[in-house]
């Protein structure tokens, strides 16, 4: 989740407030909106300037998708996110709608029926991943991704290395609904509970903490 600071870039407390936050899932990503899932909607998200994002929507574009629609001929997938404009020619293929920027994220997400991160490179938690699981919906990804949200249960996520593995995922959540719902509600119910409280309240103890320490050295007398 991106965090936008008016002000106060350079005081310590804007820089904790801004990591407590990180990994906050709050109302917005729930999928309280949006209306029914598109029965054939695979969604991609990143922010398409970074170069494990680019190569994941490529990877997705050229090499899964046409695995997916050769089954489902009308599934087709959107691409949202930050300079999506950006990427190559090739996101005019059949079956992309390339959105970029979306004001209400939270309604693509709730619209999608499988949110699909084909990472290849990847670092650190992956929170394009945490803002999915938290609206519901159902997420295929690859090992590498899942290597970021440890420990993870291995029920949550649908998981698959190359393109064949990822488009199998992909096609049996479009063809099962009940079972893609019953994956996003099992990780809506984990992300809520992990994220919302424990990341949040672990950063805000760590922040308190050292506020804390810095006015205790700020008072202390100087000894000469």
């Given amino acids: 989740m991106e965090t936008q600071v008016a002000g106060g870039i350079g005081r310590p ?28 909607r695979p969604l991609f998200l990143g922010n398409h300037k970074v170069f494990h994002n680019r190569d994941a929507a490529r990877f997705l574009v050229r090499e899964i998708l046409p695995l997916v629609r050769a089954q489902v001929p009308d599934a087709t997938l959107d691409i949202v996110g930050k300079d999506a404009e950006s990427l190559g020619g090739w996101t005019r293929a059949d079956g992309v709608r390339v959105l970029g920027y979306v004001p209400h994220l939270e309604d693509a997400l709730a619209r999608a029926a499988v949110f699909v991160a084909p990472h290849r490179f990847a670092a650190g938690v992956q929170t394009k991943v945490v803002q999915a699981l938290a609206a519901g919906t159902p997420v295929v990804t690859t090992p590498l991704e899942r290597e970021g949200l440890t420990p993870i249960p291995a029920d949550l996520l649908r998981v698959g290395e190359t ?13 099962n609904p009940a079972a893609a719902a019953e994956l996003g509600a099992r ?8 994220f919302q409280w424990e990341f949040s309240v ?3 103890e760590a922040a308190a903490a050292r506020v804390a320490m810095r006015h205790e050295l700020r008072d202390a007398p100087v000894i000469a």
Avoid at 26 to 40: F, K, L, V
Avoid at 163 to 175: F, K, S, Y
Avoid at 187 to 194: I, M, N, P, S, Y
Wanted: aromatic share 4%; glycine share 14%; net charge positive.
């Fill in 187 to 194: 990780g809506r119910e984990w992300a809520r509970a992990r």
């Fill in 202 to 204: 672990r950063a805000f």
């Fill in 13 to 40: 407390e804007a820089a904790e407030r801004i990591r407590s936050d990180r990994h906050r899932i709050g109302s917005e990503g729930h999928g309280s909106g949006g209306g029914p899932r598109e029965p054939a």
């Fill in 163 to 175: 393109a064949p593995e990822i488009a199998a995922q992909v096609l049996d959540l479009i063809r």
